[in-house]
């Protein structure tokens, strides 16, 4: 069962940039489609961002498109989301998922105005 580690959250002033990791225990290059996720407090979930083909395409969301860019590293075995232009609506836990199974235990982003 693959395992999936994410780090890099931490409490931000609106504007600013931050780089979400997640360390993947299989060979990501095997993983055709992986993803991350945000669920804000008394919100639904929602992917922000994929990566597809085993990296090869991307697709972004419209809340996040032109801010977030998803990349994955497939010699580190690692998914990244780098986040720029952070806004106060972009706080919520994030998780990275591999799409249609398991999902890490996350890792929080505040932002503050």
């Known amino acids: 069962q693959v395992q999936l580690v994410e780090s890099g959250g931490a409490s931000v002033q609106a504007g600013g940039s931050l780089r979400l990791s997640c360390a993947i225990s299989?060979?990501?290059?095997?993983?055709?489609?992986m993803a991350w996720v945000r669920q804000a407090s008394g919100k639904e979930r929602e992917r922000v961002a994929t990566?597809?083909?085993?990296?090869?395409?991307?697709y972004h969301a419209d809340s996040v498109k032109g801010r977030f860019t998803i990349s994955r590293d497939n010699a580190k075995n690692t998914l990244y989301l780098h986040m720029e232009g952070l806004k106060t609506e972009d706080t919520a836990m994030y998780y990275c998922?591999?799409?249609?199974?398991?999902r890490g235990q996350g890792t929080q982003v505040t932002v503050s105005s």
């Open positions: 998922q591999v799409v249609g199974g398991q």
């Open positions: 299989e060979y990501t290059y095997t993983i055709a489609c």
């Open positions: 990566s597809y083909m085993g990296g090869v395409r991307t």
